[in-house]
C-alpha cells in the first residue's frame, strides 16, 4: 500500500531525525547511503505530490509524482560540485524525470541543521545530455555539471539578540543560531550551546528522548536568558 503524503512527511521527519542522531554520535554522513536514500526519496515524493514506487526495487525510478511521471531519485551527500552519481543506462527508458538532491550536513562551515537542496530536477533526456558515455555498465553525472551561478548573499538581520558572559547570541530571520565573541562569529555553535544549556539547567533532548537540534536548543537558551534578564534581547539587529 502507498504511503500518504501524512505519512510520507511523518516518515521523513524520522528519518531525518534519525540521520541527525546519527551524525551527533559521530557516523560519517558517507557510510549512512541507505538512510540518506530513503531521505532523498521521500523528499522526492513530498514536494511532487507523489509516492513511493511500489516496489522497494523498482527498476530504474524511486518515485511517481502527482503527474504519473516516473522518478529516478540520487541523493548525494558529497560538498557541493564533487564528486558523481551514477545511472543504469538499459532502466533510463522506464525513467521520465531525474532528480539530483543533495544532503548538507553542514551550512557554510557552521554546525547547524540539515538541509536538502535540489540539484537537478529535469526530463531524463534534458538530464542524459549531462551524462558520460557508458562504460562498466553505468553512465556517471559529474556533479560538477549542476553547478549554476550563485547570486551575492544576502546578509540575514538577526530577529532576536542576547547576551551571556561576554557572548553575543543571535537567532537570525532564517532560523539560524550565531554566537559572536567580540564581534567575531564563533564555530562550531552546537557544543557552546550545550554548555550554557546545562549552565541553565535547559534539558538536551526533546521529548522523545531526542537530541535537540542547533536550531531548537539556540531558541531555549535565548528565552532561557531571556527570562533571567528581561530587556536584553536586541530584535532586528545586523549581523556585526
Not at 549512512?32 to 526519496?41: D, F, N
Not at 564533487?82 to 557554510?108: A, K, W, Y
Not at 526533546?206 to 535565548?222: A, E, F, K
Request: net charge neutral; glycine share 8%; proline share 4%.
Amino acid at each position: 500500500m502507498a504511503l500518504t503524503q501524512v505519512q510520507i512527511i511523518q516518515s521523513l521527519g524520522e528519518a531525518l531525525s534519525w540521520l541527525e542522531r546519527e551524525l551527533d554520535w559521530g557516523a560519517n554522513a558517507s557510510e549512512l547511503r541507505h538512510l540518506t536514500g530513503r531521505i532523498g526519496e521521500l523528499y522526492a515524493a513530498l514536494i511532487t505530490n507523489g509516492r513511493m514506487a511500489e516496489k522497494s526495487l523498482q527498476a530504474g525510478y524511486d518515485v511517481v509524482s502527482a503527474d504519473a511521471e516516473r522518478i529516478s531519485v540520487k541523493t548525494t551527500t558529497m560538498a557541493y560540485g564533487s564528486g558523481h552519481v551514477s545511472f543504469n543506462p538499459r532502466t533510463l527508458e522506464r525513467v521520465d524525470r531525474i532528480m539530483v538532491l543533495q544532503i548538507c550536513t553542514e551550512t557554510d562551515g557552521s554546525d547547524q541543521d540539515l538541509q536538502i537542496k535540489v540539484l537537478l530536477n529535469a526530463p531524463t533526456s534534458e538530464a542524459k545530455r549531462l551524462m558520460s558515455q557508458e562504460r562498466n555498465g553505468k553512465c556517471d553525472l559529474a556533479l560538477s555539471k549542476l553547478l549554476t551561478i550563485k547570486p551575492k548573499p544576502i546578509q540575514p538581520r538577526a530577529a532576536v539578540e542576547v547576551l551571556f558572559e561576554g557572548l553575543k547570541i543571535q537567532e537570525l530571520e532564517t532560523g539560524t543560531i550565531v554566537i559572536l565573541r567580540a564581534g567575531v562569529q564563533v564555530q562550531p555553535v552546537k557544543p557552546i550551546l550545550r554548555e550554557i544549556a546545562q549552565r541553565l539547567n535547559i534539558g538536551l533532548l526533546n521529548s522523545s528522548g531526542n537530541p535537540l537540534n542547533t536550531r531548537q536548543l539556540g531558541t531555549q537558551v535565548i528565552r532561557s536568558i531571556q527570562e533571567l534578564s528581561p530587556g536584553m534581547s536586541v530584535v532586528g539587529n545586523d549581523l556585526n
